[in-house]
T-cell receptor, first 111, second 115 residues
């Protein structure tokens, strides 16, 4: 499937620790967008990284992209209980306008 | 400014009835997308609008599903003769442009339950 994989499917860590989530894909992309979702409703946009970029930061978030390995990672530093959510990477496929989502990583931050 | 809004937030309907879901995109966003999220299928693309035209309808699961956009703004997704497998959260997103290089911002979704 062109969705690729996200791993881990679930991650549980202690507050204050760093969380790393990974995303792989199979087709060529224009960009890759990371989202957070609480309670199975709206998606909150976190970061967009373009195919010619290797790293982007936003606050405690760091996203990397390795197009040679067709993979991306999202790092959340100094995690907080409020970071508990599902995180999705969405691939902006070349030649198409849609985003293709992975199955997501369910992150739990334990106080 | 205001984000993407969707209505209703929840809809319960009987099998066989028609439903209409509404999306108000962010002002000035020319591209609009519909997705749906269900337990079995994850998040899947339905249709993309650029202005009032829909160059990509490839994700619509059957001819019971249709969508339109008027005035380059509001969009409605219509599901005719609803089936239980249509139960899902329907999400709308908008972006500044449709070249695949812009952030897509999502609304809160409409949870559709078909009984």
């Amino acid at each position: 499937s062109q969705q690729g994989e996200e791993d881990p499917q679930a991650l549980s860590i202690q507050e204050g620790e760093n969380a790393t989530m990974n995303c792989s894909y199979k087709t060529s992309i224009n960009n890759l967008q990371w989202y957070r979702q609480n309670s199975g409703r709206g998606l909150v946009h976190l970061i967009l990284i373009r195919s010619n970029e290797r790293e982007k930061h936003s606050g405690r978030l760091r996203v990397t992209l390795d197009t040679s390995k067709k993979s991306s990672s999202l790092l959340i530093t100094a995690s907080r209980a409020a970071d508990t959510a599902s995180y999705f990477c969405a691939k902006g496929i070349q030649g198409a306008q849609k985003l293709v989502f992975g199955q997501g990583t369910r992150l739990t931050i334990n106080p | 400014g205001a984000g993407v809004s969707q209505s209703p937030s929840n809809k319960v309907t009987e099998k066989g009835k028609d439903v209409e879901l509404r999306c108000d995109p962010i002002s000035g966003h020319t591209a609009l997308y519909w997705y749906r999220q269900s337990l079995g299928q994850g998040l899947e693309f339905l249709i993309y609008f650029q202005g009032n035209s829909a160059p990509d309808k490839s994700g619509l699961p059957s001819d019971r599903f249709s969508a339109e956009r008027t005035g380059g703004s509001v969009s409605t997704l219509t599901i005719q003769r609803t089936q239980q497998e249509d139960s899902a959260v329907y999400l709308c997103a908008s972006s500044l442009g449709g070249t695949g290089f812009y952030e897509q911002y999502f609304g809160p979704g409409t949870r559709l339950t078909v009984t």
